[in-house]
């Protein structure tokens, strides 16, 4: 079993930064990929950044520029570095990954329990 555990998230004001990180654990043979989700109140989960393992990282277009998203792969850890936030980047935040388990040849895909980020004055 793998459980992804997320952490940093909280109430900021516009324009301010919060730094979000997520750990994996368990039985964990390697990771493919881990990325950053997130939903707001009345609205589907969204995409934010995604970073595979030894690849490039992609973002959603409206986080670009904003937002980082790195791994630490020996930790197995990944963290969001959101800058200039503004209202509409309120939402919970789920942490996301592809991981394939020491007993098994395939990879699946896991979720963390979410953090709430609010950004308001």
């Known amino acids: 079993q793998v459980q992804l555990a997320e952490s940093g998230g909280g109430l900021v004001q516009p324009g301010g930064s919060l730094r979000l990180s997520c750990a994996a654990s368990?039985?964990?043979?390697?990771?493919?990929?881990m990325a950053w989700y997130r939903q707001a109140p009345g609205k589907q989960r969204e995409l934010v950044a995604r970073?595979?393992?030894?690849?490039?990282?992609t973002y959603r277009d409206s986080v670009k520029g904003r937002f980082t998203i790195s791994r630490d792969n020996a930790k197995n850890t990944v963290q969001l570095q959101m800058n200039s936030l503004k209202p509409e980047d309120t939402a919970v935040y789920y942490c996301?990954?592809?991981?394939?388990?020491?007993?098994?040849?395939?990879?699946?895909?896991?979720w963390g329990q979410g953090t709430q980020v609010t950004v308001s004055s």
């Open positions: 368990g039985s964990i043979f390697g990771i493919v990929a």
């Open positions: 970073i595979p393992t030894g690849g490039a990282a």
């Open positions: 996301n990954a592809d991981v394939r388990p020491w007993d098994s040849y395939y990879s699946y895909n896991y």
